[in-house]
Each structure stands twice: as structure tokens, then as C-alpha cells.
């Protein structure tokens, strides 16, 4: 009930690609769905999040699209570079604030 | 403004340890939260703390304890360190008015021999 669940665990894309990582989940009081990004040596960082009574959010090259019905939602990274390489982590917030963790998706992105 | 920090970034322990490892939040940030990060098992949740109480708690033993003081900064705790605890520790902060936008500082790594 509490899981988030992230797939796929790593992505190898090509430059000026499409890269595609979907989260989905069970729990419907889930109210906020934010995704992290994660560099080598640095913790995460806020990226880009979303509410579920919005069906897609995009912020620059950074694309949430929502689907409540489903529970799913994903994150879409258009014209993918090489500078975008790194590990990506969906969540979702609880009722208390806490926020419920997907396992990671390590993207590469090749020259 | 000054971003998360966290002291020592690398720490090397031997089993049956323990170990304190400390993190400074964002200015006007009163809720931190202390996660275990390792390969494959993404972030784990150990403990929040909002204005020095514990607010929530994950799954861990009792072997991993937490304290926050009265300017926010926080500490966390693991006695009787066991080979398994070899992690990336985080610390984030996130502020009163939006407490789930988390602010992460560069982790400990922590490595039991």
C-alpha cells in the first residue's frame, strides 16, 4: 500500500533522445508527486512535482504527465543530454508530510 | 543562502562501532529528515525531526537514533555499527511552510570494516 514503484531500474539513451521513467503507485491519499534528480557525490535534488488534479506539468525540457486513474505518472525528458546523466527518483507524498520513495532510475545519456 | 551541510562527508568505522554524523539545515529550515542511501535500495526514510521531536519514523532498528537541537542542526546516531550499515547518509531540510519540498545536503559516506 505504501510502495512506489519505479521502473525501469537504468536507461541508456541517446543524445537529443526521449528519456521515459515511470512510477506507479497504490495509495490514492497520495497528494504530491515529486521528482528528484541525483548527480554523482551530491545528494538529490528537487526537479520538477506535480498535484494530482493536474494531468501534466512541463518545466524546460522536463515533462510530468499524470494519470490518476491509473496511479501512474512519469517523468519524460525531451532532446535528452549528456549533462542530464544521472539518477532520477519519483515520490510521493503521504498524508504526514513524509515523503514515500521510488528505488531510482540510473539514465545515461550517450554522445 | 547556505545550503545543507553535513560533517564528516566520509567516515571509516570498524563493526561494533558507533558513529554520530551531523547536519546543519538550510537557515529557517526546522524539519530534518535522515536518509540511508544504497545501491539498489534507493532512499531509505530513517527519521524526521521538526523543532528538536521526532515527527516520523521509517523501519530500522533501534540502533540508529536521532536528535535535533534547539537551532535546527540535527544529529544521528548508529551504535554497534554491523558491516550492513556501510550506506550513503542524507540529510534534507525543507521549511515550515512547504515541509515537502526536501532540501538535500551531500551525505556521509559511512564504510564499517
Known amino acids: 500500500q505504501q510502495q512506489v514503484k519505479q521502473s525501469p531500474q537504468s536507461l541508456i539513451v541517446q543524445k537529443g533522445g526521449i528519456s521515459i521513467i515511470n512510477c506507479a503507485y497504490e495509495n490514492t491519499a497520495f497528494d504530491y508527486f515529486p521528482w528528484y534528480q541525483q548527480f554523482p557525490g551530491k545528494g538529490p535534488a528537487l526537479l520538477i512535482a506535480i498535484r494530482p488534479d493536474v494531468s501534466e506539468k512541463k518545466e524546460g525540457r522536463f515533462t510530468i504527465s499524470f494519470n490518476k486513474s491509473a496511479k501512474q505518472f512519469s517523468l519524460h525528458i525531451m532532446d535528452s543530454q549528456p549533462g542530464d546523466s544521472a539518477t532520477y527518483f519519483c515520490?510521493?507524498?503521504?498524508?504526514?508530510?513524509?515523503?514515500?520513495w521510488g528505488a531510482g532510475t540510473k539514465l545515461i545519456i550517450k554522445p | 543562502k547556505a545550503g545543507v551541510t553535513q560533517t564528516p562527508r566520509y567516515l571509516i568505522k570498524t563493526r561494533g562501532q558507533q558513529v554520530t554524523l551531523s547536519c546543519s539545515p538550510i537557515?529557517?529550515?526546522?524539519?530534518v529528515s535522515w536518509y540511508q542511501q544504497t545501491p539498489g535500495q534507493g532512499l531509505q526514510f530513517l527519521f524526521e525531526y521538526f523543532s528538536e521531536t521526532q515527527r516520523n519514523k521509517g523501519n530500522f532498528p533501534g540502533r540508529f537514533s536521532g536528535r535535533q537541537f534547539s537551532n535546527s542542526r540535527s544529529e544521528m546516531n548508529v551504535s554497534t555499527l554491523e558491516l550492513g550499515d556501510s550506506a550513503l547518509y542524507l540529510c534534507a531540510s525543507s521549511s515550515p511552510g512547504t515541509p515537502w519540498e526536501q532540501y538535500f545536503g551531500p551525505g556521509t559516506r559511512l564504510t564499517v570494516t
Open positions: 515520490a510521493a507524498r503521504e498524508s504526514n508530510y513524509q515523503l514515500i
Open positions: 537557515s529557517g529550515h526546522r524539519s
